[in-house]
């Protein structure tokens, strides 16, 4: 206890100012650990914060981690059970990788074809061609070749390799990686070869058929003149000499035999289009349609009827068969006429692109649209036991003359109405 008596108060105000200036002397003093002890503090929030983050990117990594293995998995599933050869060829030509369909193709097994060059899988001619592909490949053009594989210990097997650049792959010291997408067309080329067989064939038959239509009606002509010779000959001599009956059947006979005998120059004049060779040139079509009318003067004066013709243009066609189909179809507007009416008949061209659209209009009886396919089919008549006679072939004559020239032909009709007849030529070579 200070028993001493009591400061004065200059003694305490001394005292305090001494502490104060003690006071300030030590805040000078530690000022500099003071703030290195913040600064401290502050690093170490700063660490937290950025392990936080870190903890943050850590998790999207492995979340990005897990996403690409299972985009790999399914890149491995797809490029190995891929109905296609996939191979991966450096610019030097050799194997890098290959699906597993791939290394049946080259009967062995992906991984024992690495590093072995593409082309000691390929038969020896077909190798060059190969190199050439590659090569245009490595300069960026993306490219298809069929090619013969020649596996070892294999048979030969037809492909079709299509092969680009494989993109965004790093070039390695061989140059760019191409990727070649193998496809088996053995069973395309057997279909080939078998569709190409049966056309060959089917053409034989066709041309088999051809000819013996030709001789079957040309040699039918004359003995059928005999016999229509001989019946007229009856007719004449006998008719009211025998019974009534035997007139009558003279008579049966006599039409027959006429039928029969147009029914014949059809079928000739058919099958002379598939056996004579065309004489194709650019010729004035409506030359041909003035003698197509000149043939048939006689039948449209005995109609009455009025035959408009527009500008007929130059074509490219035969001019015998461009007569031939004019007459077929201004017969037919002929002969199909409305019983009610004169006969009008249009015939008209316009150009269609390379073509010129030809159109033979009339206001006839018409045909039923249930009707228009069979129209243009051999033997096919609408009402074959009407009273207009006919045989069934003039429309398919039309389209044969019309398809060898590389058109089509067509009809538009309304039943009682009339109808119009289309086709196609070509307009230049
Ligand atoms: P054909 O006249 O000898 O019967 P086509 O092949 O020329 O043989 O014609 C086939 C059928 O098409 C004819 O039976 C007829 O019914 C129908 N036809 C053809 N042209 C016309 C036409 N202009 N108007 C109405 N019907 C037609």
Not at 157 to 164: A, E, F, K, R
């Amino acid at each position: 206890m200070d028993m001493s008596s009591p400061k004065s108060r200059q003694e305490l105000e001394a005292e305090l100012a001494c502490l104060r200036s003690r006071l300030h002397e030590y805040e000078a003093r530690h000022a500099v650990e003071l703030e290195t002890g913040e600064a401290f503090l502050r690093t170490l929030s700063g660490i937290d914060h950025c392990q936080e983050r870190l903890r943050a990117k850590d998790s999207a990594l492995c979340e990005a981690q897990h996403g690409l293995q299972i985009a790999l998995r399914r890149y491995t599933n797809l490029f190995n059970h891929s109905p296609i050869g996939y191979f991966l060829i450096d610019a030097r030509g050799f194997l890098r990788e290959a699906n597993r369909l791939g290394a049946e193709l080259l009967k062995t097994l992906p991984e024992s074809l690495v590093g072995k060059p593409f082309v000691s899988f390929l038969e020896p001619e077909a190798r060059p061609a190969f190199e050439l592909h590659l090569q245009n490949v490595a300069a960026g053009n993306s490219s298809q070749i069929e090619l013969m594989l020649k596996p070892a210990g294999g048979a030969l097997m037809p492909i079709i390799l299509q092969t680009s650049l494989m993109e965004g792959e790093e070039e390695s010291v061989f140059g760019p990686l191409c990727l070649a997408a193998a496809l088996d067309i053995q069973s395309r080329k057997e279909a080939e070869r078998e569709l190409a067989e049966r056309t060959e064939q089917l053409a034989r038959s066709n041309e088999d058929l051809e000819r013996f239509a030709y001789v079957i009606s040309h040699d039918l002509q004359e003995p059928l003149r005999n016999i229509s010779n001989y019946v007229q000959m009856l007719a004449r001599r006998y008719k009211g000499r025998l019974d009534e009956d035997a007139d009558i059947f003279i008579g049966f006979v006599t039409e027959g035999v006429a039928r029969l005998s147009n029914m014949i120059r059809d079928l000739l004049s058919f099958s002379r289009i598939g056996t004579q060779t065309q004489k194709i040139e650019m010729i004035d079509s409506g030359e041909a349609l003035k003698d197509a009318l000149a043939n048939l003067e006689a039948a449209a004066n005995e109609a009455g009827a009025e035959i408009h013709i527009e500008a007929m243009p130059p074509v490219l066609a035969d001019r015998a068969q461009l007569v031939s189909l004019f007459q077929n179809l201004l017969g037919n507007a002929l002969k199909y006429r409305h019983p009610q009416r004169k006969p009008q008949i249009r015939v008209a061209a316009k150009a269609v692109g390379k073509h010129w659209l030809f159109s033979v209009s009339d206001n006839g009886i018409g045909i039923e649209a249930r009707q228009f396919e069979r129209l243009f089919t051999l033997f096919q008549r609408i009402d074959p036991h009407g009273n207009i006679p006919g045989s069934g072939i003039g429309l398919a004559v039309c389209k044969r003359i019309v398809e060898r020239h590389g058109g089509a032909i067509w009809v538009e009709s309304t039943a009682g109405q009339g109808s119009i007849f289309h086709f196609t030529l070509e307009a230049s070579p």
